[in-house]
T-cell receptor
Framework: RKEVEQDPGPFNVPEGATVAFNCTYS??????FFWYRQDCRKEPKLLMS???SGNEDGRFTAQLNRASQYISLLIRDSKLSDSATYLC???????????FGTGTQLKVEL | NAGVTQTPKFQVLKTGQSMTLQCAQD?????MYWYRQDPGMGLRLIYY???????DKGEVPNGYNVSRLNKREFSLRLESAAPSQTSVYFC????????????FGPGTRLLVL
C-alpha cells in the first residue's frame, strides 16, 4: 500500500462551488501532513500544513482524521485561479524527507 | 533572492549520453533534494543531502549520481541516459527547522531518445 493515496480526479466544479479532496495514509504514526499545490508545468508549493487540530486559511480548510487515517482539503467559494493539482504529502521515515501523493486535479469552470 | 534555480530548463539526449543537472539555492538551507515527476507516479525522491558533505539514496536512485558541491549547490548526473529517464526533474531545499516546507526549483524537462 502506498504511503499516501489520492483520487487523481479531475474534479470539475463551477466557480463559487465548495469542493473537498481526501487523501488516505498508511503510516498511523505520522503526526503531521501537508497539502502542496502544483500549477500546470510549474513546481509544487506548500499550501498548508495539517496537524491534529486541523488548519484553516481563508477559503481553505485542512483536517486530519486519525481514526480513519485520512486528511481532507476543503475549498470554499472556488475561484478560477484555484485550478491546479493538489498534492497530499507525508513526512517519511527519519530526516527531512517527504512522500508526495500523485495529486488530485481540480478544474474550476465559469 | 532567487530561491532555488535549476539549469538547464530543457534538454534532449540520445540514449547513452551523459549530462549533469545543476541546482543552486540562496536561502542558506542545509537540506537539498532531487525528485523526478512522471505522469501517474507523482514526485519520487532520487537522492537527498541532509547537509553539506552528505548524500543518501532515495526511492529511485538507480542510474543517477549526485554531488553536494557546497552548501548552495547540489548536482544530479546521468552517466548513461536511458529512455526510462525521460521525466521532469525538480530540485528542492529545506531548512532544518521547517523541513515540511520544501522550496522547489522550476524543473528540468528531460527527453531521452
Amino acid at each position: 500500500r502506498k504511503e499516501v493515496e489520492q483520487d487523481p480526479g479531475p474534479f470539475n466544479v463551477p466557480e463559487g462551488a465548495t469542493v473537498a479532496f481526501n487523501c488516505t495514509y498508511s503510516n498511523s504514526a505520522s503526526q503531521s501532513f501537508f497539502w502542496y499545490r502544483q500549477d500546470c508545468r510549474k513546481e509544487p508549493k506548500l499550501l498548508m500544513s495539517v496537524y491534529s487540530s486541523g488548519n484553516e486559511d481563508g477559503r481553505f480548510t485542512a483536517q486530519l482524521n486519525r481514526a480513519s487515517q485520512y486528511i481532507s482539503l476543503l475549498i470554499r467559494d472556488s475561484k478560477l485561479s484555484d485550478s491546479a493539482t493538489y498534492l497530499c504529502v507525508s513526512p517519511t521515515g527519519g530526516g527531512n524527507k517527504l512522500t508526495f501523493g500523485t495529486g488530485t486535479q481540480l478544474k474550476v469552470e465559469l | 533572492n532567487a530561491g532555488v534555480t535549476q539549469t538547464p530548463k530543457f534538454q534532449v539526449l540520445k540514449t547513452g549520453q551523459s549530462m549533469t543537472l545543476q541546482c543552486a539555492q540562496d536561502m542558506n538551507h542545509n537540506s537539498m533534494y532531487w525528485y523526478r515527476q512522471d505522469p501517474g507516479m507523482g514526485l519520487r525522491l532520487i537522492y537527498y543531502s541532509a547537509s553539506e558533505g552528505t548524500t543518501d539514496k532515495g526511492e529511485v536512485p538507480n542510474g543517477y549520481n549526485v554531488s553536494r558541491l557546497n552548501k548552495r549547490e547540489f548536482s544530479l548526473r546521468l552517466e548513461s541516459a536511458a529512455p526510462s529517464q525521460t521525466s521532469v526533474y525538480f530540485c528542492a531545499s529545506s531548512a532544518p527547522w521547517g523541513a515540511e516546507t520544501q522550496y522547489f526549483g522550476p524543473g528540468t524537462r528531460l527527453l531521452v531518445l
